[in-house]
C-alpha cells in the first residue's frame, strides 16, 4: 500500500497570504495524484488532478506541483472559503489519501 | 447537473449488516467507475471500494474485504454497498464519488454521505 504524508497538520495563514502545502508518497505515483478541500459538514471537493491540472470550476489561485515522490499545493492568495481541510490522494495504485491539513485562519 | 444521494445509513449493532445506495444523476452512469469513501468521525479520508462501469471489476480495501460487497444497477443508475459482520471501527460518513477517467481512480463528484454507526 503507498501511504501518503502529509504536512504541516496545521497550517495557521492570515487572508491575502500564500498557503503552501506538502504531500510526499512512500514509493513513486508519478503525476498521479489529485488534491481536494473539504469544509465543515461538506463533501470533499475536487481541486487538481495530474498533479497540476485544475479541476472544472477551480480558481487560478489554487496551482499544484510536483511528481513522483514530492508534491505540493499553493493557494497563492487565500480567500475567506479557503479555509477548510486539505487532502492529498494517490491514483497510481488504487487509492489512498493523506491526513489532511488544515489551513486555518492566523 | 451531477447529484450523488447517498441512503440507507443509520446504527446498528456490531456483527449487523446494512446496504447503502446512492442514486447518481446528470450524467452517463453507466460509462463510469464509481467508488465508496468514508471518514471516521473527526478523522481522514478512507478508500472503501470501487466498481468498474460494467460492474465486472470489484476492488475493496484490506479493511473490508470479506465483508462487504460492491454492486450496481445500471438500469436504475444506482450503486450500493451491502456491509456485513460490522464492527466499531466501520464507523463513518460513507460517501459514494465518481470516479472521474476510467483507470484513473480520482474523484470528481461526491455525494453528501450517509452516516453508519456500529454501537451496541
Known amino acids: 500500500e503507498i501511504v501518503m504524508t502529509q504536512s504541516p497538520a496545521t497550517l495557521s495563514v492570515s487572508p491575502g497570504e500564500r498557503a503552501t502545502l506538502s504531500c510526499r508518497a512512500s514509493q513513486s505515483v508519478s503525476s498521479n495524484l489529485a488534491w481536494y478541500h473539504q469544509k465543515p459538514g461538506q463533501a470533499p471537493r475536487l481541486l487538481i488532478y495530474g498533479a497540476s491540472t485544475r479541476a472544472t470550476g477551480i480558481p487560478a489561485r489554487f496551482s499544484g506541483s510536483g511528481s513522483g515522490t514530492e508534491f505540493t499545493l499553493t493557494i497563492s492568495s487565500l480567500q475567506s472559503e479557503d479555509f477548510a481541510v486539505y487532502y492529498c490522494q494517490q491514483y497510481n495504485n488504487w487509492a489512498t489519501f493523506g491526513g489532511g491539513t488544515k489551513v486555518e485562519i492566523k | 447537473e451531477v447529484q450523488l444521494l447517498e441512503s440507507g445509513g443509520g446504527l446498528v449493532q456490531p456483527g449487523g449488516s446494512l446496504r447503502l445506495s446512492c442514486a447518481a444523476s446528470g450524467f452517463t452512469f453507466s460509462s463510469h467507475g464509481m467508488s465508496w469513501v468514508r471518514q471516521a468521525p473527526g478523522k481522514g479520508l478512507e478508500w472503501v471500494s470501487s466498481?468498474?462501469?460494467?460492474?465486472?471489476?470489484?476492488f475493496y480495501a484490506d479493511s473490508v474485504k470479506g465483508r462487504f460487497t460492491i454492486s450496481r444497477d445500471n438500469s436504475k443508475n444506482t450503486l450500493y454497498l451491502q456491509m456485513n459482520s460490522l464492527r466499531a471501527e466501520d464507523t463513518a460518513i460513507y460517501y459514494c464519488a465518481k470516479i472521474a477517467v476510467t483507470g484513473m481512480w480520482f474523484f470528481d463528484y461526491w455525494g453528501q454521505g450517509t452516516l453508519v454507526t456500529v454501537s451496541s
Open positions: 466498481i468498474s462501469a460494467t460492474g465486472g471489476s470489484t
